[in-house]
């Protein structure tokens, strides 16, 4: 089980930074992917960035160049520079578990919301 703690977010102009962090309340080793989805009112939930424990970075196409993602095994963070009204959502942190050969879970935070004011 893994229990994930979100923090950062909150309201900002155009063109300004935000940071936030997430970190597994339980330090494991069988965490292989920690990052970010959001998910705007009315649309589906996307992926944002995401970090794997090897430290292999992906972004989606419309941040990139603007968030950094970064961060360990048992934690992520994402630097959000430039922001745009379009980025306005719920941001959610993620992690992918795997204890076993056999086994993978995928695990949810709250949620921090994100407004961006143009």
């Known amino acids: 089980q893994v229990h994930l703690v979100e923090s950062g977010g909150g309201l900002v102009q155009a063109g300004g930074s935000l940071r936030l962090s997430c970190a597994s309340a339980r330090r494991t080793s069988s965490i292989t992917l920690m990052g970010w989805y959001r998910q705007a009112p009315g649309k589906q939930r996307e992926l944002v960035a995401t970090r794997d424990s090897d430290g292999n970075l992906n972004y989606a196409d419309s941040v990139w160049g603007r968030f950094t993602i970064s961060g360990d095994r048992n934690t992520v963070t994402l630097q959000m520079n430039n922001l745009k009204s379009e980025d306005t959502a719920v941001y959610y942190c993620?992690?992918?578990?795997?204890?076993?050969?056999?086994?993978?879970?995928?695990?949810w935070g709250q949620g921090t919301q994100v407004t961006v004011s143009s």
């Open positions: 993620y992690a992918k578990m795997k204890p076993t050969i056999e086994a993978e879970y995928t695990y």
